[in-house]
């Protein structure tokens, strides 16, 4: 993984973590930037991201006055938000916030990838902020909503060692610990590693 | 093409799905079978670990009668 932490400009991180894989080519998380906000609203506009996505801002000019507010919590250590690139296009966002590093705690979010015919894409995305998050920052522990209807993404959190911890009539509440997640993550590995090199 | 069947339902009753009574070659991934990207991701992992297939190998698969070739391809 390449890492970059600070750029005085921007005022906020300037991340990059980056997979090769022979299945995908190559993935990168890049950390946001304020001239994502296109593409960001773009993405969460776009099927059914809507839906399933924590309302958030409708306009350019909106996610723009987000990311600026953003780049504060992300100084800060709080928050990691990047697009996810792929193909030399963005083609997703994933976001780790609420970020406790005392306890070890974090919340998972933002997860989404549209227009990528490629079903390995999203995973490699998820395997890389796990081990951003459990193994660079060192944290212990990630909690997420879900809708109880989005099978699929329910589906693959569960498959990744994440547990219910509480339910609502349409959402799922889950906890996942980095040791829960070590035998997921090592069984994706095996199928993608082989191939895979930080960059 | 059992073994793909068997993989093929624990894939959709994993997510919660009813299994499918039967398969065909024809049977589109996500039309017919109602498998969206990460259920694809799974179903590739789980054909590697049970038959060494990379399904990948040579782009993407879209029928069950794809996947019933590379594994062939791959046992011959």
Known sequence: MRLLLHNPESNMSQVKLAWFCSKTGLVELRAVEVEDAASIVRIRNSGDGLRYLTPGAATVEEQQKWLQSYAERNKNNQEHYFVIRFGDATVGTIRIYNIEACDGKYEWGSWRIVDVKNPLVAVVSALIMYDFAFDYLRLTSASFVVAKDNMSVVAFHKNMGAKVVREESDQLYFLLTKSDSEIARARWKRSLLPEISHT | ?76
């Open chain 2, 1 to 76: 093409m059992s073994e793909l069947y068997i993989i093929l339902n624990e894939v959709r009753t994993n997510k919660g799905q009813s299994s499918i009574p039967s398969i065909t070659r024809e049977l589109r991934l996500r039309e017919d079978i109602g498998f969206e990207s990460l259920d694809l991701a799974e179903l590739t992992v789980r054909i590697e670990e049970r038959f060494g297939v990379d399904v990948f190998s040579d782009g993407l698969v879209h029928t069950v009668g794809e996947i019933e070739e590379k594994i062939s391809r791959a046992k011959s």
